[in-house]
């Protein structure tokens, strides 16, 4: 009777299908995000000559070590204006006096964005040590052979890093399936799969609930058999002379200080400042 009202009932499409869509939306997203950018992060420390690797390296881990709900609540307080949410205005609104849309405090957008941002240097660990890894003397006989950067990347450096993107994604996509903080704190009106099974147990309704629980739990089995199917046919490449331990670094040339100090930026901005926020407001 539970599983058909769930599926087929009158309120399967509000209380249902409706949040699933959501749930899973907010997950590609934040998977998406998450890859970008801890990726691109992780090519940069360890294929190019960038200024100030370790401390950018340091600093970037740490909202993956930060509990999920600091971020969505940092996010809240930078962004949220008077005319939306608590009433209160945020950092933006009573610095700077900017008011920004309803749809970028709340609903699916930040949602996403949070957790990409928290799950990024997830990413940016599993993709960073492939990299790291990854034996240089490939690139040297490609670059021999007279291959240009571009099919290089595209020839070798990118099956090799695949399976760790592919794993990267599916765990993030999993990862953000299950989260319950973020979408309570700055979902809004927008509602998943988490927080209605919260709501639906709170009030006595444990069948749906725990539907919507089972529904989840078949959905992280699913992705990690895929996770185990792919990376299990992952390529890999011999070399006659040995590993090199060598690695050669793409010059950005003045660009190098620009590199750092972007990254550094966005580093300091959602590890540190965070926790600044957080013990300047535990004092007033």
């Known amino acids: ?56 390296s340091t600093i970037f881990v740490f909202p993956y070590i930060m509990p999920s709900w600091t971020l969505a609540t940092f996010w809240k307080n930078f962004w949220q204006n008077p005319k939306i949410g608590t009433g209160v205005g945020g950092m933006m609104y009573n610095l700077f006096k900017v008011s920004v849309p309803s749809g970028m405090v709340y609903g699916l957008m930040p949602c996403a964005v949070v957790l990409g941002l928290h799950y990024a240097p997830f990413a940016y660990i599993l993709i960073g040590g492939i990299l790291r890894n990854m034996d240089a003397n490939l690139e040297e006989a490609a670059t021999i052979l007279g291959a240009n950067r571009a099919k290089i990347v595209w020839r070798i450096t990118l099956p090799i890093v695949l399976p760790a993107l592919v794993s990267t994604f599916l765990l993030t996509f999993a990862s953000s399936m299950s989260a319950y903080a973020v979408p309570q704190y700055i979902g809004g009106d927008m ?29 992280g089995v699913a992705i990690l058999m895929i996770n185990q199917r792919i990376t299990g046919k992952r390529r890999s490449f011999t070399t006659v002379s040995g590993k090199s331990g060598q690695v050669s670094f793409i010059d950005l040339k003045w660009n190098k200080w620009v590199s750092c100090v972007i990254f550094s930026i966005l580093a300091i901005f959602f590890a540190v400042v965070p926790l600044i926020t957080f013990a300047l407001e535990s004092c007033c």
């Open 1 to 56: 009777l539970w599983w058909k009202r769930m599926f087929v009932g009158e309120m399967a499409k509000t209380y249902f299908w409706k949040p699933l869509g959501n749930t899973v939306l907010m997950s590609l997203l934040a998977s998406i995000i998450a890859i970008l950018y801890g990726g691109v992060v992780a090519f940069f420390i360890t294929r190019t000559n960038m200024k100030g690797k370790k401390i950018i």
């Open 191 to 219: 509602r998943v799969l988490t927080t209605y099974m919260k709501s639906f147990i709170g009030q006595g309704y444990y069948g749906q609930g725990y539907i919507m629980g089972l529904v989840m739990i078949v959905f």
